[in-house]
């Protein structure tokens, strides 16, 4: 394994109880590159995520991050290793404010709490708010500031814009690419192809829990049958 | 003032002293149900405990203080080791479990003390520079004891609180009661998490028992008693509501102590249609999650 490789799975099975949802699946992620992560409703896309950091381990299959063993690692111990997520529904704790959810996550870094709410604005308005109080574009801001003051070397995004007006998605997708040029890896989950590709260095598309396409954006573009079988576009 | 306010003010005394040391009880039993899902029988045990441990090292020492600073960590020690062996592999188990368990432990509690320090009832004594009373009229005074022991538990409140709603710690204890799978995410051992909750709660009902030891002496069953005014105090506040614990835990204090003085022939009821009652109005409870 080269010193370049954050993320790398090989053979990924994992069940929900005795339903077998992913179906030996290879993933790598290397340092600083944005991975789209693309397929149908319940094709194993945020299971995939959930394996990766130790919520739903895989039963069979090789998990290495950071060059370590994680294939049963628990979940925080894959947190420190580097890997934080930003989950569909946002996560975001209701009964902390805004701050407290900010405090909770941070570790020492680059990434304060400062900088985190210079990149976000919005959110330095409203640091005394409950988490719950705030809407769900300032939630997506929050879980993605929530992610980056524990200074990880990958974030995992979950339906990255799911529900949030145009133009918030657009500052979603603005801040995605400024991770990226921050030097941090992402695997980006998300229904908006062209979002996608513009951001993306390597898109793979998921069905039944097998990988079914693995490529750049271009390749992606150039095959319009991959895109009409599995996306639907 | 008359007579008759300074005897009401003696009740007001009495009954917030006992809202006090209930909550003490209470807010670990809430904490623990809230963040862990665990039904613990065991929790009065602990209190039955803290009592004993104040009795045997108050005897060895002859110094309460000196007897609390050595049972307040090792019933804090209790805790982790009790966590760590057995209450961790209940979370998330059915409640059938749970109360299995932990009733089970309470026969364990019970038979270790009998075995240890026998059946008899103890006196502590209260320590001596409290050992006064303080004059009101002339008739009526108020132990400086029980004084102190208000004060003593109106300032773990305030650590409590602060612990809970400024510190790091509390934070992951109020986001993992919501929450577990993005508090671990976060990089945080939610294990240790609940292992410290866990042990606070022991510490707290301990402690607890270790300052009413003097009051009300050491008995066998005492444990029991307070268990079941623990869970009515949960259930009004809500369950898994420090706050709640809380005002629970002084509405009882004032129902028992009040109902005690003005209508005695009622005062063993008072306190559960006052848990009705509150669960007419707010079925969640005073502070309960449908409630929030
Ligand atoms: N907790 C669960 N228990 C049982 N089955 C589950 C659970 N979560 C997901 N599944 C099943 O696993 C399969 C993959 O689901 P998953 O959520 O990973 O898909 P997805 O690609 O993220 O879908 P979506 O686009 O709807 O978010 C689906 O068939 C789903 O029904
Ligand atoms: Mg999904």
Redesign the interface.
């Known amino acids: 394994m080269s010193d370049t490789t954050l993320i790398e799975a090989a053979g990924l099975h994992t069940y929900y109880g005795a339903s077998h949802v992913l179906h030996g699946i290879d993933l790598t992620l290397r340092r600083s590159e944005t991975v789209a992560l693309l397929g149908r409703n319940g094709m194993g896309k945020t299971t995939l995520l959930r394996s990766l950091?130790?919520?739903t381990p895989p039963r069979r299959g090789s998990l290495r991050i950071a060059g370590r063993d994680m294939a049963s690692a628990?979940?925080?111990r894959?947190?420190?290793a580097g890997v934080?997520?930003v989950?569909e529904g946002r996560?975001i704790?209701?009964?902390?404010s805004v701050r407290?959810n900010l405090?909770?996550?941070a570790?020492p870094g680059a990434w304060n709490i400062e900088r985190v709410l210079g990149t976000f604005p919005r959110l330095a308005q409203r640091l005394d708010h409950g988490g719950g109080q705030i809407s769900g574009g300032e939630q997506q801001m929050l879980a993605i500031g929530?992610a980056l003051v524990?200074n990880p070397s990958c974030i995992l995004i979950d339906e990255a814009t799911e529900g949030l007006a145009p133009l918030i998605a657009r500052d979603i997708w603005a801040t995605v690419a400024a991770i990226r040029a921050a030097g941090i890896a992402t695997i980006v989950v998300d229904r908006n192809l062209a979002a996608l590709s513009a951001v993306a260095d390597r898109v793979v598309i998921l069905a039944k829990g097998l990988t079914v396409f693995a490529g750049t954006p271009a390749e992606l573009a150039a095959q319009p049958e991959i895109k009409h079988r599995h996306l639907g576009i | 003032m008359t007579d008759g306010t300074i005897f009401f003010l003696i009740q007001l005394l009495n009954a917030v002293q006992y809202g006090l040391l209930l909550f003490l009880v209470a807010s670990g039993l809430t904490l623990i149900f809230g963040i862990m899902g665990i039904i613990n029988l065991a929790h009065g045990s602990f209190y039955m405990i803290g009592a004993y441990l104040a009795f045997v090292f108050a005897d060895m020492t002859g110094n309460l203080w000196l007897a609390l600073a050595i049972a307040v960590p090792l019933s804090f020690l209790f805790g982790l080791v009790l966590e760590t062996l057995l209450f961790r592999f209940l979370y998330g188990r059915d409640h059938l479990y749970q109360v299995l368990l932990t009733y089970g432990l309470i026969l364990i509690f019970e038979e270790l003390r009998s075995l240890i320090v026998g059946n008899d009832v103890h006196g502590v004594p209260v320590p001596h520079f409290l050992d006064f009373s303080i004059p009101l009229t002339a008739t009526l005074s108020y132990p400086a004891y029980r004084l102190a022991l208000s004060a003593i538990c109106l300032a773990v409140t305030a650590l409590l609180y602060l612990l809970i709603q400024k510190t790091?710690l509390g934070?992951?204890i109020?986001?993992g009661?919501?929450?577990r799978?993005?508090?671990?995410?976060?990089?945080?051992?939610?294990g240790l998490i609940y292992r410290l909750v866990f042990a606070l709660g022991v510490a707290l009902a301990a402690f607890a028992g270790m300052l009413a030891a003097p009051t009300t002496s050491v008995f066998p069953g005492m444990g029991n008693q307070v268990l079941i005014i623990c869970f009515v105090t949960v259930v009004i506040g809500g369950i898994g509501s420090i706050k709640g614990a809380f005002l629970g835990a002084m509405l009882i204090g004032l129902v028992d102590t009040f109902g005690a003085v003005y209508a005695p022939q009622f005062s063993g009821l008072l306190v559960y249609a006052l848990m009705a009652a509150v669960l007419i109005w707010r079925p969640a409870g005073l502070f309960g999650a449908a409630a929030r």
């Open positions: 950091l130790g919520l628990r979940p925080d894959i947190a420190r934080a997520y989950p996560g704790f209701p009964t902390l407290e405090l909770l996550a570790r929530r524990t | 790091k934070m992951a109020r986001a009661a919501f929450n799978e993005m508090v671990q995410t976060l990089g945080i051992d939610i």
